[in-house]
Nanobody, 121 residues
Framework: QVQLVESGGGLVQPGGSLRLSCAAS????????MGWYRRAPGNEREMVAG???????NYADSVKGRFTISRDNAKNTVSLEMNSLKPEDTAVYYC???????????????WGKGTLVTVSA
């Protein structure tokens, strides 16, 4: 019913930029949280950035100052502007949202399928 779809991944050179987007669709009552996680090869999934419906933001220390998360509450979208990319940023990036629906009023986690970001010369 509820679906998250990411876009914007690809190959970028070190120091370059990419913009990831995620759109939530379905029978949505409210999205309290939207964010991005990533999983690099051989690593556990880690939180990259998140934003609440009120605009409060959190960033992983490794991306703070380089990445910017934003959301459009009216459109149920979230984006991640990634600048000064490093090879260590290479990972599959997953959109995550805590979404309340008519059947789950207090919200549950939803995940996108992921988009691959490769930072390499």
């Amino acid at each position: 019913q509820v679906q998250l779809v990411e876009s914007g991944g690809g190959l970028v050179q070190p120091g370059g930029s990419l913009r990831l987007s995620c759109a939530a669709s379905g029978s949505i009552l409210n999205i309290n949280f939207m964010g991005w996680y990533r999983r690099a090869p051989g690593n556990e999934r880690e939180m990259v950035a998140g934003i609440t419906s009120g605009g409060l933001r959190n960033y992983a220390d490794s991306v703070k100052g380089r990445f910017t998360i934003s959301r459009d509450n009216a459109k149920n979208t979230v984006s991640l502007e990634m600048n000064s990319l490093k090879p260590e940023d290479t990972a599959v990036y997953y959109c995550n949202a805590i979404i309340a629906t008519i059947d789950q009023y207090y919200g549950v986690d939803y995940w996108g399928k992921g988009t691959l970001v490769t930072v390499s010369a």
